[in-house]
């Protein structure tokens, strides 16, 4: 290979080797969904201090943490800020009877068996898995959580790591 060949390549190289990276990381970063409503955790969450399970109450009994009604919302939008458009949007869904058809963002493969209510009972922070929701404008899952996530755990507070005990 002449010199000026072998600069070509090299070029070359970098280029494929940079624009492949370039995609790999477009394509890791986490989506947001597009929600029906624009629902913020950071203005309820954090400035307003409006505590998790007020919303996600089955978490603590059951093996979904529970999404709210459109009813518990009312609670508070019958007044609160009933000018804005979003809360219109709201208003809507509740003069029409009609459930709020929220995007998923987590979510766990049929094969794997989780529960909400062992782990808030033993004191697990909704945080620790789905990272800090309070921050949030937009809700989106910012890691992975995979079987080794769950493991770790798991043996570090000495609970079952038997292959029943997520896969049944
Ligand atoms: C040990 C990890 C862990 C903890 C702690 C945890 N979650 Fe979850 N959460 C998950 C997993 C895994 C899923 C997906 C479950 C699925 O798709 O079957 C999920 C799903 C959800 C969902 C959507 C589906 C549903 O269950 O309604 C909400 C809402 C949620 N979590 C809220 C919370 C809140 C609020 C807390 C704290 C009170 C919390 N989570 C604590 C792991 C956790
Ligand atoms: C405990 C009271 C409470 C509940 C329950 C509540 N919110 Fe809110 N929400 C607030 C407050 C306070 C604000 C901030 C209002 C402001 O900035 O004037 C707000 C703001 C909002 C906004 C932004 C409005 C704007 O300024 O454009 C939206 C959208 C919204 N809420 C949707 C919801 C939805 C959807 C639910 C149910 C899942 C809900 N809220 C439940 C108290 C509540
Ligand atoms: C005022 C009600 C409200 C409060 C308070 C609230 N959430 Fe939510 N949460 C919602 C609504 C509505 C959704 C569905 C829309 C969305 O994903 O943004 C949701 C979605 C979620 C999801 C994603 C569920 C999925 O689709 O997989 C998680 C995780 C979650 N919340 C955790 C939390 C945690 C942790 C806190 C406390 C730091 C919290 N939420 C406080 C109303 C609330
Ligand atoms: C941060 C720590 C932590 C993480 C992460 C975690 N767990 Fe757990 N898990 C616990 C604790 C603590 C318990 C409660 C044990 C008890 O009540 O004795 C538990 C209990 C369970 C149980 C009930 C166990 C039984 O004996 O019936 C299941 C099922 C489970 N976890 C599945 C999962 C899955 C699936 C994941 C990953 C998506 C996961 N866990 C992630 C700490 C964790
Ligand atoms: C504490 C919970 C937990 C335990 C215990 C557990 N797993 Fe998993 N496993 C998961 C979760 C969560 C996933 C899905 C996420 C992922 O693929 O990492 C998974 C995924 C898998 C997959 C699919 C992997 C893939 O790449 O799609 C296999 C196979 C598997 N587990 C086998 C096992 C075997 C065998 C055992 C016992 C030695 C076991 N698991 C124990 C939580 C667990």
Redesign the pocket.
Known sequence: MTRKKLLLFLVAVVIIVGSGAFLLSAYSRPRVAQQPIRFSHKIHAEDFKIA??YC?S???RA?????PSVQRCMGCHKITAADKPEIQKLQNHWNQKQPIQWV?????PDF?F?E?WP??RAG???Q???GS?ETMEETLQVKP?NMSE?LA?HRKEKVSIDCVTCHR
């Open positions: 998790c399970e996600h089955y978490a603590r093996a979904v943490a529970g999404i998923k963002v987590t979510s766990m794997v989780f909400h782990h808030i697990v922070k909704c620790t898995c789905h929701i959580l769950c755990c």
